[in-house]
């Protein structure tokens, strides 16, 4: 079985609009991503999700991956895990209304 865990944002800036590497998955069955963020200052505040594609150009945000982060006062994470993987492209995205902080997230994707 063929696994990957790799990182797709780096000491990402939530103080702007994130958009990680885009993820090819043709051969995966399921993923699972994490986001790990800490408090910059003055607390993150915003939307995260998961984007996914058939071809690579054109992205859709997938159904229930949109999380609302409030302003929290210490280190915060999430994860989801998508199985049954059936489109070709994932990316995670960021998308701040206020705020700042530092975003880690990682990917890990399982298949043949």
């Known amino acids: 079985m063929r696994v990957e ?7 990402g800036n939530m103080a702007s609009t994130i958009t990680s590497t885009p993820i090819r998955l043709d051969w995966s069955l399921g993923v699972s991503v994490q986001a790990v963020w800490v408090n910059g200052g003055s607390a993150p505040n915003g939307n995260m ?3 996914a594609s058939l071809d690579g150009i054109n992205w ?3 159904p229930s991956t949109t999380l609302p982060v409030p302003n929290t ?4 994470n999430n994860m989801w895990n998508i199985p049954d993987i059936f489109y070709n492209w994932i990316q995670f995205i960021w998308v ?9 997230v990682r990917l890990n994707s399982k298949g043949q």
Do not use: K
């Open 96 to 104: 701040p209304t206020s705020g700042s902080g530092t975003l880690q």
């Open 73 to 76: 006062a210490s280190t915060q």
């Open 5 to 11: 865990n790799i990182p797709i944002v780096t000491n």
């Open 49 to 51: 999700s998961l984007q």
């Open 60 to 62: 859709t945000v997938m």
